[in-house]
């Protein structure tokens, strides 16, 4: 199992329209061959002594069932068309990459 942790950070300005256009790829994504899960977290503020990420960083929590699955996503149309629709709201994307222990 490849699991996979992907730290989008998002203009402040743009945080709000963001989401929206994720949250309409994830349909897509949830479809292509391996796709265990794809699943969209943000910040939450809470006591408990951990890094705290930027309140527009958007992480995705991913599970693929082999690295050829997982590049393939990397390759999809629908993955293109969305990185061309937020490029201009995104500061920095920050991946990794893990398996099963």
């Known amino acids: 199992m490849v699991h996979v942790l992907a730290s989008i950070s998002v203009k402040p300005s ?7 256009i994720f949250k309409a ?12 899960e ?8 809470s006591i408990l002594p951990a890094h705290e990420e930027a309140e527009t960083t958007f992480t995705v ?5 082999s690295l050829d699955d997982l590049y393939a996503h990397f390759e999809a149309p629908h993955m293109k068309s969305f990185k061309e ?12 990459i893990l398996q099963s222990a």
């Not at 743009?14 to 929206?20: K, M, V, Y």
């Not at 929590?61 to 069932?65: A, G, T």
């Not at 709201?89 to 990794?96: A, F, H, N, T």
């Open 61 to 65: 929590i991913e599970k693929w069932e």
């Open 38 to 45: 794809y699943t969209p977290a943000v910040h939450l503020d």
């Open 25 to 36: 790829n994830v349909p897509h994504v949830l479809a292509e061959k391996g796709c265990v």
């Open 85 to 96: 629709d937020t490029q201009d709201m995104v500061e920095g994307v920050s991946i990794q």
């Open 14 to 20: 743009e945080f709000n329209a963001f989401i929206p």
